[in-house]
């Protein structure tokens, strides 16, 4: 928890992006019959049956530094699709950064062992040693109410991407695709970034009782 708090805090600076990653994933649905459309006085109507689908996985890339987000989508949630998620951040949105301070979840996916399973060794030392990763607390849910948001400032924006654009039946991965990339670009424009204030001083405090006892 120390550990990301401290990230949360550093001082915006371009050759060291901060980088929030959630993994998150939605069913993708169909109509069984079709909705009865909006008219005067009445909003869209659906029925209640519908086919699924699949499901995509998608990575909430959030710099909140920034006010920056990319969400990746994936058909699945492999250290592979890890792996290209973490090239595409490091070569195409941070080509010029030179080391990318990464905060995610400890999942067995999320390691640098993960890039030698995809690409040649020396381009996934390359990728590695480009990453400052810090990881969040596991079962952080012990944190809440008092350090929700150090579950991961990415949780936070992909809670926001689901009411905003998932909250509705998106038939396939062409339309996921648009539809994200939509809300992507809105929430890009509005480049509303994080003024974090909770430091490791402050939850010394407030979870003390979480501290170990210790007799001098």
Not at 31 to 60: C, I, T, W
Not at 102 to 110: E, F, K, P, Q, R
Not at 191 to 215: C, E, M, N
Request: aromatic residues 8%; contains cysteine.
């Amino acid at each position: 928890m120390e550990d990301v708090l401290e990230v949360y805090t550093r001082p915006y600076d371009p050759r060291f992006p901060q980088v929030c990653l959630d993994e998150t994933s939605t069913q993708l649905l169909t109509h069984s019959r079709s909705p009865l459309p909006l008219k005067s006085g009445q909003p869209e109507r659906q029925d209640y049956e519908y086919g699924r689908e699949g499901v995509a996985n998608l990575f909430m890339c959030y710099e909140p530094l920034a006010g920056w987000r990319r969400v990746m989508i994936r058909e699945r949630r492999t250290k592979v699709d890890w792996a290209w998620c973490i090239k595409e951040l490091v070569e195409v949105h941070y080509p010029e950064a030179e080391r990318l301070v990464l905060v995610m979840d400890n999942l067995n996916t999320h390691t640098p062992a993960a890039l030698y399973e995809v690409f040649l060794p020396q381009e996934a030392r390359g990728l590695a040693q480009r990453l400052e990763i810090h990881y969040t607390p596991k079962h952080g849910s012990w944190l809440n109410p008092v350090l929700s948001e150090v579950e991961g400032m990415a949780e936070i924006e992909s809670s926001v991407l689901a009411r905003q654009c998932l909250d509705r039946r998106i038939p396939d991965p062409v339309t996921l695709t648009q539809e994200v990339a939509a809300w992507e670009e809105g929430r890009n424009t509005q480049g509303k970034t994080v003024d974090w204030r909770f430091t490791t001083t402050d939850a010394r405090i407030k979870l003390k009782h979480l501290y170990p006892s210790i007799q001098e």
